[in-house]
């Protein structure tokens, strides 16, 4: 009887370690915090008063979005300073909700 039940508590915390062995490998890959992608594109407009940009971006393989344009949120409106529309950019996102990204890092392709 003893053997039976050590043999089902083994089997459950293996099964629990393979379930958290992907849990914790894709925390390694983006460094244990908050997902980040990078991109490039064009700025099309910049609203500082909202924090915002629109951006007409190449695809961003890491998030699986195809080439489009669209408003994005800035950490900071100081991020745009100096930047006009027609500029081409490199960006770095942050997700910040479960669909939401805010880009945290903006520099000039120029």
Known sequence: MKFRIYTYVLFLM???MFA?????AHEAHHGGGAMTAKGQGI???ID???STVTL???PIPE???P???MDLSLRDAELA?????GDAVRFTLEQVGETDYEIIELQSLD
Not at 20 to 24: G, K, L, N, Y
């Open 14 to 16: 293996l099964a629990l």
């Open 20 to 24: 958290v062995m992907p849990v914790m």
């Open 43 to 45: 700025l099309k407009g």
């Open 48 to 50: 500082t008063e909202a």
């Open 56 to 58: 007409s971006h190449e």
């Open 63 to 65: 998030l699986r979005w």
């Open 67 to 69: 080439a489009m344009e």
């Open 81 to 85: 300073s100096g930047f006009e529309a």
